[in-house]
């Protein structure tokens, strides 16, 4: 951490001005962890959500933004560290710097315990449970294969004035030129993109970079003005190949894929661990993307089952269609989820939901019609744990719960977690 040279108070009242401001510095103990990649600390009252620091640590923190009620620092200088301290690998992922990663300063093992609190605090907090039962279904969250560096298989930069190409500050449209980014996959590492490489971008804001599961590496860059926005391909092919859930993928590379390479045959296994489809059985895949719950609930439906795919954006329509057509029992609905079911566009009974919605969550309103139609089971995969607690509230006050939950750390060294519940009525 650098130093701090200005003066520190010990809190807001100690000259009267009835709060923090911004660029002040105080010291402060931090407590539990929070949404957000954020501790929370408190000031005379004031709450505090403080970044790269940990829970029980002693820290000068400088306000980064004041808000009604609360306001935003990061720790500058650590008094009193925590045992689950360690060095970011990163010389990025520093107060003021790249805001792509909220966790390199926490160990591994840490980490993974400061998503199974946020999580549970979530479903607590949001979904009613309380902690005997968040304790009975046995939350925590699982590390994928390979290792909290080089997993990302999909990265964007921004473009600042100078045609360099970097990462964002956290809650800032400011770019931070950088050399390397050490999560992304080794192949977006080799590219010569960022200004290491010499390479600049005069006339592009953005450039984004695809590693896929089956060895394609593609390039594109793109301007986002209103009119002249464009999108042109720098390198790679157009299209690009996944390999998941027993298939080979074909989509544009800018469609969407889990990011990290394990996501998606590790997302399938517990969907259908979960729900257990049968021969001869319906099933729903909302929000279905390309169709990669589909395929691997079509092969256990069989010929005999029913898969209905519903995707609202026309690439994953078409990528669906084209992806699926060897399995005649997948039908691809092209609509929004919430008015598929709204306006019977599927019909017939179901046995098996899955919902894998934005990170907005699907909402009552679609939940509702969810268990309108009486499936047995709902899996639902959810890539924000807060979004899934609202959810999961609408479903127990209309009689159904919560009978398994998996927690999985899809993103290393970031605040994010994905989450595949199994939900059955009550």
Known sequence: MNEVTLPVQQSEAADGRGGLTEAEQVELTVAAVAPGGHCVARVDGQVVFVRHALPGER????????????????????????????????????????????????????????????????????????????????????????????????????????????????????????????????AIQDQPVLTSSGTRWPDDDAVEVVASTGGDVTVTASTTGRTTGRTRRVSGPERVRELAAGREWHLPASSFWQVHPAAADTLVAAVLELTGPEPGERAWDLYGGAGLFAAALAERVGESGRVTLVEAAGDGVAAARENLRDLAQVEVVAARVETALARRRITGSVDVVVLDPPRSGAGARVV????????????????????????????????????????????????????????LPA
């Open 59 to 186: 820290v000068v923190a400088e306000v980064t933004e004041v808000h009604r009620g609360f306001v935003r620092a990061d720790a500058v200088r650590v008094l009193e560290p925590s045992a689950d301290r360690v060095e970011p690998p990163c010389p990025y992922a520093r107060p003021g710097r790249c805001g792509g990663c909220d966790l390199q300063h926490v160990s591994v093992p840490a980490q993974l315990r400061w998503k199974t609190d946020v999580v549970r605090e979530q479903l607590i907090r949001l979904g009613g449970l309380d902690e005997a039962g968040c304790d009975a279904l046995d939350v925590r969250v699982e590390a994928l294969p390979g290792g909290p560096l080089g997993w990302r298989s999909r990265v964007r930069y921004a473009v600042d004035a100078a045609g360099r190409a970097g990462l964002l500050k956290h809650r800032s449209h400011e770019v931070v030129p950088v050399d390397r980014c050490l999560i992304a996959h080794p």
């Open 368 to 423: 509702r019609d969810v268990v309108a139609a009486r499936p047995r089971a709902v899996a639902y995969v959810a890539c924000d744990p807060a979004a899934f607690a609202r959810d999961l509230r609408v479903f127990t006050d209309l009689g159904w719960r919560l009978a398994a939950l998996r927690g999985y750390d899809l993103f290393p060294l970031t605040q994010h977690v994905e989450l595949v519940g199994l939900l």
